[in-house]
């Protein structure tokens, strides 16, 4: 499979100074795995943030760990081991609390034994973890290779069960879009990269889904890019038909891979191509409401701006003799059911209708249709083409 993708397409490859420019100096933390295949390219993913003094954190390993951090009188990083299995760690007058005891530094780096993995709050992890205390929060923050943390997002990001092209097409996307957030990151000078929830990309840790596992070795370091950088490869579950070039308020200049002028007609056939949800008119008066709109006796509900594609900018709601506009945007954040931002609503007797085409933000690659892409007949490079217009498919350096 991985011959046969290099045969079609010439690889650039990225030149290390490409990553490795924006991650030198840009942290205070030192990659410390020596030995862990690709170390130059360690993704760092904030999975934890509480109030410096307001959490306690487990972590477990059946090996001993190993506790990593700066030793000032040394002038240099020292090493502990730990017997225990189990570790409390707290925060508390400017000291961590590990298993009892005081440990005076702001940061440190927690590491499983080799080839072994910790548990964090009940869920197995790659790599290592480090603790660090900022601006009065505390930060846990999950420290792994890209490849591994590839094969952990895929587990929630795409469908295992699909057939293994599909999920490598995911898993290009979702290297691109987590090199471009590193490289943002470390310009920014922030302490990790990414969250582990679905405002980037779902993070849940280890698990063994060889064929997922297949997916991302069979596209190791592929990335997508635009002129030579990484591109924010966004995604949706299923595009609904919308042109995303139409879209009104994206920023197409800084993103032009994300202005697709041609519609993904693949997807119609999915489950999720069109939705409806009807709701009482009473429960939208009461959301609407919680959300300091005064509005009872909702007499009408209509949609008064949508832009070139579709998308919802506005709808105005007429009730208790007041006219009230809502923008899309807030009531798709406010409305969880509704599952994408291109609808028509209605109000019918007491209930109101949304009826609506996709699932998702609408932007980027609709997953259903490089489903259906893969069912016709296209490869892995002529899918990412054709949802990322303009970019090409380079290989990092590991
Ligand atoms: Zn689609």
Known sequence: ??????????????GISIISACLQGASDIPPVAENDEGAQHMVRVLISQKDAEGGVWLLESLSPMY???????????????????????????????????????????????????LLFE???????????????????????????YICSVLKS???PGWPLEVNMVFAVACRSYVVAKMLQARKKKLLYDVKNTNIHQTYQGFHTQESLKKAV????????????KPVMAMFD???????????????????????????????????????????DQHELENLLQCKGLNVTALSDIVISKKDKAGIVQEITICGNNKILKVSGKKLYSWLK???????????RSRKIIFSGTGYG??????????????????????ILGFYYPGTQIMKLRC
Not at 4 to 9: L, P, R, T
Not at 122 to 148: A, D, M, P, R, T
Not at 217 to 228: C, D, E, M, S, V
């Open 1 to 14: 499979m991985e011959l046969s993708f290099k045969k079609i397409y010439f690889f650039l490859i990225v």
């Open 67 to 117: 506790l990593r951090a700066f030793d000032v009188s040394l002038g240099r990083y020292r090493r502990y081991r730990i017997e225990q299995h189990r570790i409390e760690i707290f925060y508390k007058a400017g000291s961590f609390i590990i298993n009892g005891k005081r440990f005076s530094n702001v940061q440190f780096e927690l590491m499983p034994s080799e080839g072994k993995r």
């Open 122 to 148: 009940g869920k197995e992890y790659e790599g290592s973890f480090i603790f660090c205390v900022h601006n009065e929060s505390c930060l846990v923050i999950s420290y792994l290779s890209l490849e591994k």
């Open 157 to 159: 990001e795409s469908w």
């Open 217 to 228: 070795a069979h596209t190791r370091g592929l990335i997508l890019t635009h002129k030579k």
């Open 237 to 279: 579950s299923c595009c609904g038909g919308i042109i995303p070039a139409h879209m009104h308020g994206v920023n197409f200049d800084h993103a032009p891979y994300l202005a697709r002028q041609a519609a993904c007609n693949y997807c119609k056939d999915s489950k999720l191509y069109r939705w409806k949800l009807e709701i």
């Open 337 to 347: 059911p509704l599952k994408s931002y291109s609808y028509i609503v209605k109000k």
């Open 361 to 382: 933000h609408h932007l980027g690659m609709c997953q259903w249709g490089a489903h259906a892409m893969v069912s016709e007949g296209y490869r892995c490079p002529e």
